[in-house]
């Protein structure tokens, strides 16, 4: 999947310099050095270069956007470093959730490339670092996958503080989460543990058998809270589609095709198909929006 997804990019990869991990160091050196020599682009040029893209499936122009915001993978990349990832490898998957922000980028909608980009790169990273947390699959299935991104969201709510739940602590979570017990069980264990390197010495001087990682100091929000920061983007989206149903069909009609659909329609379109004014449909629009924002927020924050 991830192979068909690149060869659809619409940026060449031998046009862009390549993260190398064969040099190590050396070779990773080289690559900043490499695109910092690319201009950064100002709001205007950005327009201009995403227009071009966009309408006319210009390369040229897409190879400059994608060109420019080489360095801001690398500084989000640099963000993960302590995760036991080689950073040339989420370079690289920075740069592929780059290239598709590409892809999925309205210069019409008056966001910088760079900001709407950062949510595709830190998907990307955030991806691959799940996917190589531990070489035993964590969770298969749905209550698994619930358990996983909701556990600290559930131990916070409840109050425990514990690394280990005891039975009474799993019984509350389970009943919160509404899952077993045992996939409570199962996956706090999990997300507890890290997978120990075959190479590192069977005890530590406290006398504790770690992998090399253990050993590294990590600033950053743990992987787990990580976890469940996605999943609250995803209960966003379900917040947005539950109350975008609430609204009147003609409502939820024009707040759709102004807002959230690709292209965006313009008013004089909506215009015409509903037999009313430009202006009109432009005030539906703000009532309809303000009428969503107010139900989100009012759920949200009850």
Known sequence: MKKQIKNALPVAQNSLPVAGAAGGDASLARY???????????????????????????????EKL??????????????????????????????????????????????????????????????TILNNWS?????????????????????????????????????????????????????????GARDVSLNAPM????GAARDILSNLPDSHTNIEEMAESMEFRRRGYDLLRRHLADLPERD??????????????????LAQKYGISRERVRQIEERAYTKLRDAILQETQG
């Open 135 to 191: 070489i035993v699959k964590i969770g298969t299935s749905a209550n698994q996958k619930r358990v996983f991104f909701n556990l600290s969201r559930a131990k916070r709510a409840l109050g425990i503080m514990d690394a280990n739940l005891s039975e009474d602590q799993t019984r509350q979570i389970a009943e919160y989460l509404d899952v077993p017990e045992n996939d409570v069980r199962r996956m706090a264990t999990r997300v």
């Open 203 to 206: 005890h530590s001087d406290d």
């Open 32 to 62: 900043i050095q490499t695109i910092q020599k690319f201009p950064i682009l100002t709001a205007e040029e950005e327009y201009e270069y995403a227009t071009q893209w966009v309408k006319n499936q210009d390369k040229i122009a897409a």
């Open 66 to 127: 994608v060109a420019s915001h080489l360095r801001l993978v690398v500084s989000v990349a640099y963000d993960f470093k302590n995760y036991g990832i080689p950073v040339t490898d989420l370079i690289a998957s920075g740069n592929m959730g780059l290239m598709q922000a590409l892809q999925k980028f309205d210069p019409e909608k008056g966001f910088r490339f760079s900001t709407y980009a950062m949510f595709w790169i830190r998907a990307e990273i955030y991806e």
């Open 252 to 269: 939820r009609e024009i707040l759709t095709a102004r807002r959230l659909n690709e292209p965006v329609a313009t008013l004089e379109s």
